[in-house]
């Protein structure tokens, strides 16, 4: 079954410096993953996606996911982060036309 | 467009009470969808949706019900609220094609069942 495990609950950064968002796949073919990002009271919304074309993908807001398919891993990065950035992140893969599989997710706090 | 709406934000019940969480999207889409997002949890599928008059289970289906009579209104109905059912509540809508279809979220709707 196509599942997702995201590594750590929490990360903090201080604004300027690069984030880093760990994410790894459990998939019997060649998986369809996306990062999701939730602003405090907000819905979800689409960060970047991966559907086996480019393995580094850029998404929305300058971050970009490398799949790597040795290491099972979708790992999310920003080289510098900003206030803004302070959200929970879900690492998503696709189960089936209309199910997804949603990591924990990953709490990203910012200090100035 | 609005995209996906949905009401209240904010839902206290007691034990025991009902009330229907309402959403709508405005995008044409034909597939939706109800998730619940617990603490530490990510989100779990209830209810979806492949068009008008056509609704399945999802991973969590037990004490809700859902009803689709038209592309834009999927109402999530708790007849006998349970303190299990406190969580926060996400409509999505995606638009079936070829390859991957986004799912668009709603704000949410926080339910505390007392």
């Known amino acids: 079954a196509q599942s997702v495990t995201q590594l750590d609950s929490h990360v903090s950064v201080s604004e300027g410096t690069p984030v880093l968002l760990r994410c790894n796949y459990s998939s019997s073919y060649s998986p369809s993953l996306f990062w999701y990002v939730q602003h405090p009271n907000k819905g979800l919304q689409l960060l970047l996606k991966?559907?086996?074309?480019?393995?580094l993908v850029k998404g929305i807001n300058g971050f970009e996911a490398e799949f790597k398919k040795s290491e099972t891993s979708f790992h999310l990065t920003k080289p510098s982060a900003h206030m803004s950035d302070a959200a929970e992140y879900f690492c998503?893969?696709?189960?089936?036309?209309?199910?997804?599989?949603f990591g924990a997710g990953t709490t990203v706090t910012v200090r100035a | 467009n609005a995209g996906v709406t949905q009401t209240p934000k904010f839902r206290i019940l007691k034990i025991g009470q009902s009330m229907t969480l309402q959403c709508t999207q405005d995008m044409n889409h034909n597939y939706m969808y109800w998730y619940r997002q617990d603490p530490g949890m990510g989100l779990k599928l209830i209810y979806y949706s492949v068009g008008a008059g056509i609704t399945d289970k999802g991973e969590v289906p037990n004490g809700y019900n859902v009803s689709r009579s038209t592309t834009e209104d999927f109402p999530l109905r708790l007849e006998l609220a349970a303190p299990s059912q406190t969580s926060v509540y996400f409509c999505?809508?995606?638009?079936?094609?070829?390859?991957?279809?986004?799912?668009?979220f709603g704000p949410g709707t926080r339910l505390t069942v007392l």
């Open positions: 999505a809508s995606s638009l079936r094609t070829r390859s991957y279809n986004e799912q668009f």
């Open positions: 991966y559907t086996s074309a480019a393995t």
């Open positions: 998503v893969v696709i189960v089936n036309d209309y199910k997804l599989s």
